[in-house]
């Protein structure tokens, strides 16, 4: 069984950083692309920066110069570094993955459960 596990979420005060980090663990093959999406009030989820096998990264346009998006292959990690953070950086993050399970010949989609990011004066 595969699984993801967010850690690193909680409530800072507009324009400080807060480090979001995420573990893919069990039956894995190979990890292939991983991600960070949020997801606010009302809204849909949304891609805030995605890092492939090579660690080439790429981030949505309102986070751009702002966070930094960092992967361990070795330990199938990856973190994102928040800095300057706005209100509308507020809401729950997910981890996502393409894992190919072992004994699979497909990969397939995987998330974690969330951490909540709350950004308030």
């Known amino acids: 069984q595969v699984q993801l596990v967010e850690s690193g979420g909680g409530l800072v005060q507009p324009g400080e950083s807060l480090r979001l980090s995420c573990i893919a663990s069990?039956?894995?093959?190979?990890?292939?692309?991983m991600a960070w999406y949020r997801q606010a009030p009302g809204k849909e989820r949304e891609l805030v920066a995605r890092?492939?096998?090579?660690?080439?990264?790429e981030y949505a346009e309102t986070v751009q110069g702002r966070f930094i998006i960092s992967r361990n292959n070795d330990k199938n990690l990856i973190d994102i570094q928040m800095n300057s953070l706005k209100p509308d950086d507020a809401g729950v993050y997910f981890c996502?993955?393409?894992?190919?399970?072992?004994?699979?010949?497909?990969?397939?989609?995987?998330w974690g459960q969330g951490t909540q990011v709350t950004v308030s004066s």
């Open positions: 996502h993955a393409r894992i190919r399970a072992e004994g699979d010949l497909k990969y397939e989609d995987y």
């Open positions: 069990g039956s894995i093959s190979y990890l292939s692309g």
């Open positions: 890092i492939d096998v090579n660690s080439k990264a």
